[in-house]
């Protein structure tokens, strides 16, 4: 097995714990966080790979701070960041932490990981499998290479727009199933609404150019019912304490983390709208977390919704 130098972006709870799974295959291990003494350039000087675990807010000012020219060309930048960009918009903007990236490299390959990763888990040295996926095919066998192992169970995808908005619109969905726990509404209604959340991720994705069996496969199904599942889930949380009539803020002040659905949920309306796509889950949750509506109006009204085919 080939020994990297692994540059690691972001020291919270997935920075450290890919950081962990990296150290464990032997690679040399650098991490810089914002409050790093040293500086970020410094830091990816010599890195084969470049591994971002930022949440997403974070993404476009740590971009900002490499200077492309002075790295080397074989340098590949992988994004763990599970998020739609607040600036989106469909005509101009980069929606996606990849296209971010890529935008400020065009000359470096970038690679998206993602997939069922509760960190906690994952620290604890339970066997979990992710997705690296890039239209740079030896580019994501290299990160295969280099973070599989015998905890870590890492495949490829070509479908980069697929696997990433997996990892960002499952976020939504867990806020919601959250709530659905919240009020104890049963497992029938959460295995509807985990059903019906992912023919609302496909459909979004689909129209961003994403393919419909890419979302059955790790980044979406698999995620979805990794977050959806479990209290670790920090979107499920968010989803969780809103049902128990906790308010938002007072909800993510107790939190340990980053809950990327909160921002996620924004966005994503935002360019529905404008594009008419029918998210209806997605709306009653930025409904919920606007305080515009309590979690059981929300319920009613995504059950009181217009007859319509499965299918549709
Ligand atoms: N935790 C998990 O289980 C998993 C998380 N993810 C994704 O990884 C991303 C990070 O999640 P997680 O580590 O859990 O979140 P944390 O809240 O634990 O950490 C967030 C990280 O982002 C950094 N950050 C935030 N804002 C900025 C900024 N403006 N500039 C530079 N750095 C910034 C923080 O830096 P600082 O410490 O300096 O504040 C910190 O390193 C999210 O997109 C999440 O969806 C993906 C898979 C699993
Ligand atoms: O993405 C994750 C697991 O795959 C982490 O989920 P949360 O961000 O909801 O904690």
Redesign the pocket.
């Known amino acids: 097995m080939q020994q990297r130098t692994i540059a690691i972006l972001?020291?919270?709870?997935?920075?450290t714990t890919l950081a962990t799974l990296a150290k464990a295959k032997g690679h040399t291990v650098k991490v810089w966080?914002?409050?790093s003494h040293e500086h970020l350039q410094t830091v990816i000087d010599g890195a084969d790979l470049v591994l971002s675990?930022?949440?997403?807010?974070?993404v476009s000012?740590?971009v900002e701070q490499i200077q492309p020219a002075a790295i080397a060309a074989h340098t590949v930048f992988v994004t763990?960041?599970?998020?739609l960009a607040a600036e989106a918009s469909v005509a101009t903007k980069p929606l996606l932490p990849s296209q971010i990236w890529q935008a400020a490299l065009p000359s470096h390959a970038v690679v998206v990981l993602s997939g069922p990763?509760?960190?906690k888990e994952i620290q604890q040295g339970l066997p979990a499998a992710t997705v690296v996926a890039s239209q740079d095919l030896a580019a994501a066998q290299t990160v295969q290479a280099a973070l599989s192992s015998n905890a870590f169970r890492v495949y490829t995808n070509s479908d980069v727009v697929g696997v990433e908005l997996g990892g960002a619109l499952k976020n939504v969905i867990a806020i919601a199933v959250g709530a659905c726990d919240g009020l104890q509404l049963g497992t029938n209604a959460k295995a509807a609404l985990v059903t019906r959340g992912l023919a609302e991720i496909i459909r979004v994705g689909t129209y961003w150019g994403a393919k419909p069996e890419t979302f059955y496969g790790l980044s979406g199904l698999g995620d979805l019912l990794a977050t959806c599942n479990s209290a670790l889930s920090r979107n499920y949380q968010v989803g969780y304490g809103l049902a128990q009539g906790q308010s938002l803020s007072v909800v993510l002040a107790q939190l340990q983390?980053?809950a990327?659905g909160v921002n996620t949920t924004q966005v994503l309306m935002k360019l529905a709208t404008q594009q008419q796509i029918a998210v209806p889950i997605s709306h009653q949750v930025d409904r919920l977390l606007r305080g515009d509506i309590t979690p059981q109006a929300a319920v009613e009204a995504l059950m009181l919704r217009d007859y319509k085919p499965e299918t549709r």
Not at 10 to 15: E, F, I, K, S, T
Not at 53 to 58: I, Q
Not at 80 to 83: D, L, V, Y
């Open positions: 972001g020291a919270g709870a997935w920075g966080s914002r409050q675990a930022v949440s997403m807010k974070g000012a740590v763990a960041t599970k998020g990763n509760l960190s983390g980053t990327e």
